[in-house]
């Protein structure tokens, strides 16, 4: 593991590097721009933003970049995540930052949770989870649970890079009044396929912006806003 120091918006940051997924993620959100579209919402955000598979804390630190002020939920499952996520907050003195040892899934319940050797590809999906290194179980909370449980009436921005969670997230929840923006990474497998959340999304109102990964066709990021 070494020590990243970086840049960014006029913020000094330090990050542990575990792997060259971490460094992946990493440039991905700070060099490449995947969540540029949602700066101006994170900038003038005042209700809390969600980090649902906050993975290092990556972009919640790209967050706090952006506004010093904002309440910001990092939901992550993985043990050895949330400990990386804990040292990076720590690391550059982030705070009102709440951190959810759990995922978000459908319903709340506990769940069989696959580990990738690959720190950004844990899944509760085990077809797409690549070379599995072990099983466990963890707990998910469906939005409509989660929200009631913090006591969230409004989010600014819902992130949400679950691993193919997505659609059974969106497609159960009721409260869409709550959520104003959201930003998540599609996952096109079995079944699934992101024109489903697009009608599902634009049905509910939020007008809809896709661009499709460079790096794999069954990936890509939806962008819906009000």
């Not at 990493?26 to 101006?40: M, N, Q, R, V």
């Not at 969670?165 to 079995?190: M, Q």
């Amino acid at each position: 593991m070494k020590i990243n120091n970086f840049g960014f918006n006029g913020h000094d940051f330090k990050v542990n590097i575990r792997s060259q997924a971490d460094k992946s993620v990493l440039k991905e959100i700070f060099e490449l721009g995947e969540y540029k579209d949602t700066e101006s919402i994170i900038k003038s955000a005042k209700s809390p933003i969600i980090d649902a598979g906050a993975q290092a804390g990556f972009f919640s630190l790209y967050c706090r970049a952006l506004n010093t002020e904002v309440p910001i939920y990092a939901i992550e499952p993985d043990e050895a995540n949330l400990e990386i996520l804990e040292d990076n907050l720590s690391l550059n003195n982030i705070d009102n930052v709440e951190i959810i040892p759990a995922a978000l899934a459908g319903q709340t319940a506990l769940r069989d949770f696959y580990i990738s050797s690959d720190t950004h590809n844990h899944s509760l999906f085990k077809v797409l989870t690549p070379q599995i290194t072990k099983a466990g179980k963890i707990i998910t909370y469906s939005l409509d649970d989660f929200l009631k449980e913090q006591g969230i009436d409004e989010v600014s921005l819902l992130k949400l890079d679950i691993e193919g969670s997505e659609y059974e997230v969106l497609n159960k929840f009721t409260g869409w009044p709550k959520i104003n923006n959201i930003i998540l990474e599609y996952h096109d497998f079995a079944e699934f396929n992101h024109d489903q959340l697009i009608e599902l999304l634009q049905n509910k109102g939020y007008k809809i912006k896709t661009t499709p990964s460079k790096f794999d066709q069954s990936l890509g990021f939806i962008i819906a806003t009000k």
